[in-house]
């Protein structure tokens, strides 16, 4: 039997962590024996526990290792020591046993220094810069030859984040998708949120899909974006022709936005738009020329709120905004992520998702779309401060708006 | 081969029902050949058309007749010709080969008259009175032996609804089922078309699930029955209970629906309102002896508005006011629906294809959920003026009320 | 302050049971110090913890007991406790601030005696009978004036499901519902958990919805019959009519289940195969007459498997085998349901929630149907063995048959 | 009053076109004046009509004519007119007034000579070429300063699809979306289908999505493309990734396929599948150096079936195989779906909705997913050939193997 003694801190009771990790233990096939326990008399006090594991093989007790220090168990005889790592073995390539990583603040141990890993995000390899001491998080193509990439398991140390007592929103509500529900006070919530992120220096990020114009819900957004709470937006080339087609034509995808009837002539109007925006040049430089004086983007480009405009297989046209490289769009992406306290993501799942996977789990997500299966996939992606909100997009934004 | 000529006449153009009864044809294995056309040089021009069928049977032939005569098809030697009947052989049981109706405006020729079948409602038999020449529609537990019921398809008559220029929300929306559309419009049109109801003096239908009042909002149909645009309400247990648990305890499922936390020790609120209202006697009772002062049926019993509450296996309780017995509960409602000019039905499923099943087809139908298999099913259904709004429920109705 | 101490005891770690009582103790408002903890070195030792609460006021003292009780918490003061009781004051009607109970295994002390409740299931009263020294669920409506009923929240204890180690399906996917899964070895687990149950002599309840007939799944549904594996079956109207019809005219709903094109001139179908066995006065008669030779009904009646067709306001007909009084149906269910060890509900809301309503928290649980929205409804009732299934129905009793 | 002189052939009763084009002439505000019909007798006889249409406006009856032309109206006084064109301004720029493509049959008339538009595609232009007397579709980035592109109306006859008899599922089904259906003849339609496209030498495409990998199915495509069914597949990094995971660690996102239990260990075997195959610089070379030998890839590599992984914002990685550029991969789509006769979507929205986008209404499109919104997007985009089936892909692919 191979085996070693793990030591977990925090408040590891009500926060789930230790059931999570006895759990682990046992479904992974070993067992334990829990040595020491300290409970917290009261919530702000932390709690202690000392656990022996015991594997079969050692192969198994190192699987067991890499999974339960994912909830911030770490061995003892690890505590003191360095993180191992190799040099990429050529561009875009990690070195075998790479060490992937999730979305939670993570340190790695080098040089006898705890290193912050920067910034969190998950799905990728850790770069390793032994002059400046610096632990960095670097998506797989991204790596040179070279670089020195964390391996194995040892050495690193993740923080997970606490669960705290419900007292709002995103507390309460983390992961739950209900359509039966009075929303009026998780818009509040929802809200609130907006202003302390704002108050507090931090972005707002919104990502929205086509849906947001055909349902009519553009005027609210354009609110919100001249009210100062839309930092940046990402969206795809739907949202910004549809938006165009709104302002040059009336219409979304055809149907007039202001009209009892619909607009069967319009189907064309989409083209039309692209067209129009290609021969300025851009939507800024349309805006410029006077061409486009109203929307969504209009107001981004007055407003002087970034927009990334990633493209994607499906897209007509696109627009001469749009990046159609996916990978540089990501990494554009990637780094407009930074600084952003809350991301509100809105009728859309390809951008969603992809946003999704650049934050760090620290960032509260809000999810809005009218299919549930959408809202479960979004929230559902290890995010600690997601909240789902299966309801229609333009009341949502109208009372949204209401409470900013 | 069995042959026969048929003729239709009406808009039989642009309603698509020339297009369809040639489809039936065909689809049923006969043949058809066209004898004479006239085609209305506009709109208001009604058209005609003779139709040769051919099929390999006599067998075939008649089944060829019956199913195009539900789009207003009748062959010419049948013109002239009574409808059969027989008696029916025992209580609650059709003799072999009735006719089974549709929701659909009907006729049977009765010694030389054609005598309108009352009310329309589908899936029923059609009841002759010689004495007082009348024909009425008869579900199939309420014949009693010796009822002179139809037989065969001779002799029958059906005006298909015509479908006209798409003018409004109701004529353009038919069947359809969009999230991503703007739907204020539409519910405009919704509202209009309340409004045009009561001035001519109809009935108001409101079926209604108690998502309504999880949802929170119960107000706004409060607001609607104060405003006299509901003139009946149909719904279960359910929607009574969390109503009166809401006026009672100020929750719905144990959520308090104005705080922002959950109450999740009130889950056994809706036993506690059951058991009160019991106590009274029932809601009316309850009302009158200053029990419930407020809440949908607080406002039904003040206003008042009929309510028909029918009961289903999974009632807990039930409220004194629940019919638990099902026909008898049918019975009621099929009372009720007489002079409804148009029925609203929001967040229930059971309620609404029950209501569904006794409403003729020229009855505005709008349904709302926000689960679009509801409103499939719902507007899929043979209704000829249904409207299916995907959206969510307490935006839904809060609109509506402004526009009422 | 009013305080008091609580304790705790068996796998309130790996149960998740002493964190979600922290919760509860700090949600409601309340503060905990915990003043012992003994927590089981190895999975199957047992822990004990011993909990001061205290509260700002006795009320919300009371409150909070009342909760946590529901996870197993005792008051010290309460262990030698009797329960309180009152005299219903009528018929159907509970005395104030009766106890509403759960559907987990619940004692009461009573004269000195824990007495188990019996049968667990939710919603319902308490009623105590000091001769037998018997204490029984009892639904609201068949309170009889008089019956001494559970008041209050003293004297009462509940044995919450310890969860275990995920071994099998049912521990695993507890209230899981995914479409993007490996479907196959879970149909393998349902199959081993019916053949267990069956091994051990407890009974297989099927409950199903017509959506079973008409996607072509009832030869399954046969064969599982033949094979032993369904011992009772609940369904409604529609289920046993469509189930005859297919019999008789091999269609459903209209629709041939075995020829390429729609049978568009089957819509009546339905109400002839009504009216048939209207005729023969029931299903088993039918049978008896040999009017049915095939189908799920006509095996059921083979192989003497009891059903219940309750009866829904949506109803045609009905066949004379359905109760359309949903109270009796209601009662009749409820004394089917004793000595079922699995419940597998298959394409069908109304009759599975009903279902739900009246199975103890200890009987598993399989909910299959391709809505994603009636499986989480189904799963999320509180029931602990709960295994939620989004797919298509014909395919996945195909599979389990292969299994079995 | 504006008005013109249109006529109408082929089989415009039974196909709808008639009432479709009388519908819009009358939606846009026009009038209709039906001078000359003949209705063929039979099925196999073509009609003709000549109608007058009177609007307010010039330009009202220019948007009619543009609308009806889409159906195969064509004015008296078009047929002998030639296209209009215009020589595009700028690169990636069409000439304002652009005539935009439908996915339909279209012919141009130039020099006196009516031209066929090679190949149909939605929103794109037509560029002529005087020399070689060719008229193409182009889409809006590929156009040269210079080119001559087809603006206004004149001159462009469509040929809209007939629809024909029900005789098989593609006519009978089209766009209908169902679950409550047998499906199994339609699976055999559909494999029937399959074999007819392949007997004609038309290639299979089919566009899957990852989820086919996490629910076991892929052995089914394995099965397909070695049995000569794939002649292409289109797909994104995800399906690829998950193959090549399933292949190396026998798991898919981390759930193993094969086992009982969630290997909750492997959330990070995707990552370590896509570095092996970057070190191996490739799908391809992966199978040649022997490091992949099982799987959906490993097969069409084996096969050679040419696969076309196109680049997302949400994709991990990506493998070198995936074209991040996504007008580079829609180019190559674009020229990859040329003699495609069957095109079977599974289990993706963003691929599916890309290829939609790029095929003619006549290639046969069978789109299957679990859920309903995805079939319902895809099969309602002016397809005429669509079958959507909302249904579990495992059980679909594995019932239609067994049909071919």
């Not at 198994?60 to 020591?81: C, T």
């Not at 002059?131 to 990439?149: F, N, S, Y």
């Not at 540089?328 to 009728?347: D, F, P, S, Y």
């Not at 934050?359 to 600690?384: E, M, W, Y």
Request: charged share 25%; proline share 5%.
């Amino acid at each position: 039997m191979a085996q070693t003694v793990v030591e977990i801190s925090g408040h590891i009771i009500d926060s789930l962590i230790l059931p999570k990790v006895l759990d682990m233990i046992v479904g992974l096939g070993a067992e334990f024996d829990i040595l020491e326990i300290k409970i917290g008399h009261r919530r702000t006090d932390p709690s202690y526990a000392r656990i022996l594991i015991e594997a079969p093989t050692q192969e198994l007790l190192e699987l067991v290792l890499a999974r339960i220090k994912e909830h911030g168990a770490l061995a003892l005889d690890e505590i003191e020591e360095s993180v191992e790592f190799e040099p990429a073995p050529a561009d875009g390539i990690f070195p075998d046993g790479f060490y992937s990583t999730t979305n939670l603040l993570t340190l790695v141990r080098f040089k006898d220094r705890w290193l912050e890993v920067e910034p969190p995000e998950m799905d990728c390899g850790i770069r390793l810069d032994g002059e400046t001491m610096r632990a960095e998080t670097i998506p797989i193509h991204k790596v040179k030859q070279g670089d020195l990439i964390v391996v194995g398991h040892r050495g690193i140390k993740i923080i997970p984040p606490e669960r705290r007592v419900p007292r709002g929103a995103f507390e309460f509500m983390t992961s739950l998708v209900s359509t039966e529900q009075p929303k009026g006070l998780l818009i509040q919530e929802i809200a609130e949120s907006m202003k302390s992120v704002r108050l507090q220096g931090g972005k707002i990020l919104v990502v929205a899909g086509p849906g947001l114009v055909h349902t009519g819900a553009s005027p609210f957004l354009v609110e919100m974006i001249e009210k100062d709470y839309v930092q940046i937006l990402f969206a795809g080339n739907g949202l910004a022709v549809h938006d165009v087609e709104a302002a040059l034509y009336g219409t979304s995808l055809g149907v007039y936005l202001d009209r009892k009837i619909r607009a069967s002539e319009g189907h064309e109007h989409h083209l039309r738009a692209i067209n129009q925006i290609r021969k300025a040049g851009g939507i800024r430089q349309a805006v410029e020329l006077g061409w486009l004086t109203k929307g969504i983007f209009y107001s981004c480009v007055k407003k002087g709120v970034d927009f990334v405009l990633a493209g994607s297989i499906r897209d007509d046209g696109p627009l001469p905004d749009v990046i159609t490289d996916t990978l540089k769009a990501q990494e554009i992406m990637r780094e407009e992520v930074r600084g952003v306290g809350l991301a509100l993501m809105i009728a859309t799942t390809l951008h969603a998702i992809a946003t999704g996977n650049l934050l760090p789990a620290s960032v509260k997500t809000v999810c809005v779309d009218i299919n549930p299966a959408v809202v479960t996939k979004l929230t559902d992606r290890g995010t600690f401060q997601a909240l789902g909100l299966v309801t229609d997009v333009e009341p949502f934004l109208r009372e949204l708006c209401q409470y900013l």
